[in-house]
Structures are given as structure tokens and as C-alpha cells.
């Protein structure tokens, strides 16, 4: 397994206060992914990185932003909380044609 | 775009059957990946086996095994003497093949799949 880790596990916010979750690996890949989990929806992107500094958007990036600074870290921020982005986020690599993924933090904004 | 669609949104097997998982897909690439992934509780996502579009052969990986019909766009999983560890969400997985860029995967809503002692 690559060696992906994800900040924080689980986290409870209000709604209008900033969050900044933090995805770190350790296997120098180029490619990373931040999707997001609900129930019915399967996993959706949510933004992605193709090396440092160069981002874009997935299917579900309204209300989120990223920051890539360093290979090895890719970072999803709420600006501004809401409800419905109460969800379970995952945070993935790629290397060639397989990706790999984070254990996932566990979202609440109430 | 690229959709993904599993029409069994829970299923339910006595252990040691066998059991098969539909996904069907929609695309206008000729080149691309698919991919089985195994969410069990833990919620840890587990690549269970994958398919490039251009082999005609199916993949296996022991108890797993895909039938995969391109011109139908189906990719369908079965697991064989299913175990209760195979008791898990299950979703199927679309990403674009060498020269799609940097996109990631498209899943779809996924199969709770429950193996029964």
C-alpha cells in the first residue's frame, strides 16, 4: 500500500467556521485526489492535483478549494462550512493506472 | 463524461455460494480502465481486481472474476465460495486509459453486499 495518511480522522465543525483537511504521502507520486463519500452517491471527485502547484476541478468542487505546495502534500479546505458538506472525505494517489487511497476523516458540520 | 451505473443497491448470499455484482458504463473512450473496490466497514477502499479495456481475456484474482463485455459496457464481479469477510460495499470504478491525463476514477453508487452464516 502506498503510504498515505490523512489529517484529521474525524473532525465536528459549525457551519461557517473554515476546515482544512491535509492528505500526505510518502511515495513521491505525481497525481492526487480528493473525493468525497455520501450515501447514494458512491465516491466523487472533488479536486485534483497533477503536480505541485497545477490543480483542477472534479465533478463537485463548488464550496472547496485546494493547495499543493509540496509533492507530498495535497490540501482541501471549506472556506465556509456547511451542512451539506457533512460527508466522508478521501484523499488518493495515483502511479500508473492504479490509485490509492487514504484512510478517510470523517466530516460533521453542524 | 464517463457514467457508472450498479443496479443492486444490496444483496444477500448464504456463504460459500456464488455471487454476481452487475456495473454497466457508459463512454466514448476506446482506451480505459476498470476497477472493482471493496469498502468493508473499516471503510478502508481495497482494490479488489481490475480490467484494461483492450484485453480481451478476464481478469481473476483467486476467488474473483470479472466478465467483461466491452461492447455491451458491462463489468460484472463474481466472487466464488463467498466468505463472511466478503461482507462489505462494493463499487465499480471507471478511469481513463494512458493518455486521459491526470483524471481520477468515476464510481458508481456501489452494492451492499451481505454473505449470511
Known amino acids: 500500500d502506498a503510504g498515505i495518511t490523512q489529517s484529521p480522522r474525524h473532525k465536528v465543525t459549525e457551519t461557517g467556521t473554515p476546515v482544512t483537511l491535509r492528505c500526505h504521502q510518502t511515495?513521491?507520486?505525481?497525481?492526487m485526489y480528493w473525493y468525497r463519500q455520501d450515501p447514494g452517491h458512491g465516491l466523487r471527485l472533488i479536486h485534483y492535483?497533477?503536480?505541485?502547484?497545477?490543480?483542477d476541478k472534479g465533478e463537485v468542487s463548488d464550496g472547496y478549494s485546494v493547495s499543493r505546495s509540496k509533492t507530498e502534500d495535497f490540501l482541501l479546505t471549506l472556506e465556509s462550512a456547511t451542512s451539506s458538506q457533512t460527508s466522508v472525505y478521501f484523499c488518493?494517489?495515483?502511479?500508473?493506472?492504479?490509485?490509492?487511497f487514504g484512510p478517510g476523516t470523517r466530516l460533521t458540520v453542524t | 463524461a464517463q457514467t457508472v451505473t450498479q443496479s443492486q443497491p444490496e444483496m444477500s448470499v448464504q456463504e460459500a455460494e456464488t455471487v454476481t455484482l452487475s456495473c454497466t458504463y457508459d463512454t466514448s473512450e476506446s482506451n480505459y480502465y476498470l476497477f472493482w473496490y471493496k469498502q468493508p466497514p473499516s471503510r478502508q477502499m481495497i482494490l479488489v481486481i481490475r480490467?484494461?479495456?483492450?484485453?480481451?481475456q478476464n481478469a481473476t484474482e483467486n476467488r474473483f472474476s470479472v466478465n467483461f463485455q466491452k461492447a455491451a459496457k458491462s463489468f460484472s464481479l463474481k466472487i466464488s465460495d463467498s466468505q463472511l469477510g466478503d461482507t462489505a460495499m462494493y463499487f465499480c470504478a471507471f478511469m481513463k486509459g494512458p493518455g486521459g491525463g491526470a483524471d481520477g476514477l468515476t464510481f458508481g453508487k456501489g452494492t451492499h453486499l451481505i454473505i449470511q452464516p
Open positions: 511515495e513521491n507520486h505525481r497525481y
Open positions: 480490467q484494461e479495456a483492450y484485453k480481451q
Open positions: 492535483s497533477y503536480g505541485v502547484k497545477d490543480t
Open positions: 488518493a494517489t495515483r502511479a500508473l493506472d492504479e490509485q490509492y
